[in-house]
């Protein structure tokens, strides 16, 4: 859900947790202006924490301070000249992933992992935990600016082998944890920033009671990427429909069942990627029951 728009006021401390909640900027600079988008990003204590530029020049570039210099964006802009960016910060520490995406009007225009490029000094400086930011005096392009705010959804169950999940808000995924839930009463959301090719796999297991297995879903982030309904079909197979190319995905997983029959659909934002109809000769009787 997305704040109200505020004027941007430059050098001035405003309080923000980027890495819970994306960034929009909204500006009208014109490619070719020179104009230019910087914001700073400091911890609680106002020590540097990185930041993020935008030059409007013919040839747009982006700049992570401390970390990557100004080079231009891999992948064309939107056309239109009213443009609405938003800043996503992931952090893992367990995997010591930085990567930093930019949308520009919906469409990704870069997912940058800081480890390929940042010296010491500069890991070290966007290691820092981000609680503000700040528009420069050198801003001349940001008109605007919101945070994302994240809507609650009903409880959904944490899972053995993905990013995050949606309970209340978004939480880091404790693997190989239980909980008492009923996907046939409620959808489960996941959210993951593994590319396509990077051989990460999502693998979430479901359980009738504490020892009776009821199956599982796999979401292999191979080239192609593959999905596996254990218990139910035999072998990992190609999504039914292409997956959105943003690297940062929510997962949506949907089953009904009807006389012994399961409807188990997978969205990607918000694209149906599979939608299948399991019977019990097909399952087995206890396959994708997780009451």
């Known amino acids: 859900m997305l704040a109200d728009w505020i004027a941007v ?13 994306p960034l929009l900027i909204k500006t009208d600079s ?47 802009l939107p056309e239109a000249t009213t443009k609405e960016w ?65 809507e609650p959804l009903s409880p959904v169950i944490h899972c053995t082998k993905h990013d995050i999940i949606k309970i209340t808000d978004w939480e880091t995924v404790e693997r190989g944890v239980r909980v008492n839930f009923n996907l046939e009463n409620i959808p489960l959301e996941i959210k993951t920033d593994s590319l396509v090719g990077s051989g990460d796999v999502v693998g979430l297991y479901f359980f009738k009671d504490q020892n009776t ?21 035999s072998r990992r197979r ?17 089953l009904s069942r009807d006389s012994g029959i399961r409807d188990v659909m997978i969205h990607c934002n918000d694209v149906e990627v599979v939608k299948l109809s399991l019977s019990n000769e097909v399952c087995g009787e206890n396959a994708w029951s997780t009451q």
């Open 9 to 21: 006021e430059r050098n001035i401390y405003i309080t923000h947790d980027l890495e819970a909640y």
């Open 86 to 150: 938003k800043i996503t910060l992931i952090k893992r520490a367990p995997e010591n992933l930085i990567r930093v995406l930019i949308h520009c009007n919906d469409k990704e225009v870069l997912s940058y992992d800081m480890s390929s490029s940042c010296t010491t000094s500069g890991w070290t400086t966007w290691k820092n935990d981000i609680e503000k930011i700040n528009f420069k005096n050198e801003d001349t392009a940001s008109d605007f600016y919101a945070f994302l705010k994240v």
């Open 238 to 254: 190609q999504f039914q429909a292409a997956l959105p190319s943003e690297s940062f995905k929510v997962w949506k997983i949907t």
């Open 30 to 76: 014109e490619l070719g202006s020179n104009h230019k988008t910087k914001v700073l990003f400091f911890t609680e204590n106002l020590i540097a924490a990185g930041g993020v530029s935008i030059e409007f020049s013919t040839n747009p570039k982006f700049f992570l301070h401390s970390c990557k210099s100004s080079t231009v964006f891999p992948t064309s």
């Open 213 to 233: 297995p009821s199956g599982a879903i796999v979401l292999d982030f191979r080239s192609p990427p593959l999905f596996n309904l254990n218990g139910c079909t």
